[in-house]
């Protein structure tokens, strides 16, 4: 983050370097949100053709693990090798879960026609 990426209450992502995406579908959210007990699993990356191009070959990994108490999210990035964890508690964790459940029950709705 550079000095001028955060000014007063706003953050500006350009003056950010992006460190890891990571996809969950619809699929890997509802059974996040759904299975009861303590559960961990790969996210499954959905594409349509496999066309044998490298960046197909290194999408980041995704792993979500659950337990009472929190939901914690790993994004393995396999270009850089580098891991990135980060573990919803309290609030954050409720925010997460209504993220989550927004994808298979309203997030079609975000799409658009072009």
């Given amino acids: 983050m550079t ?4 000014q007063g209450n706003v953050i500006f992502l ?6 890891v995406s990571g996809t969950i ?14 559960i961990k699993f ?14 197909q070959k290194v999408r980041p990994v995704v792993q979500l693990e659950k337990n009472n108490d929190y939901i914690s999210l790993n994004i393995h990035n396999r270009q850089t090798n580098n891991v990135f964890y980060y573990k ?21 709705n975000l799409r658009s026609n072009i």
């Fill in 88 to 108: 919803f508690e309290t609030w954050q964790l409720k925010a997460f879960q209504s993220a989550l459940k927004l994808t298979y029950t309203n997030g079609l």
């Fill in 25 to 38: 579908y619809p699929a890997s959210a509802f059974k996040i949100l759904n299975i009861d007990g303590n």
């Fill in 42 to 55: 790969t996210c499954i990356e959905q594409l349509v053709t496999n066309t044998g191009a490298n960046w």
């Fill in 3 to 6: 000095p001028e990426a955060i």
């Fill in 14 to 19: 350009q003056s950010m370097k992006l460190l």
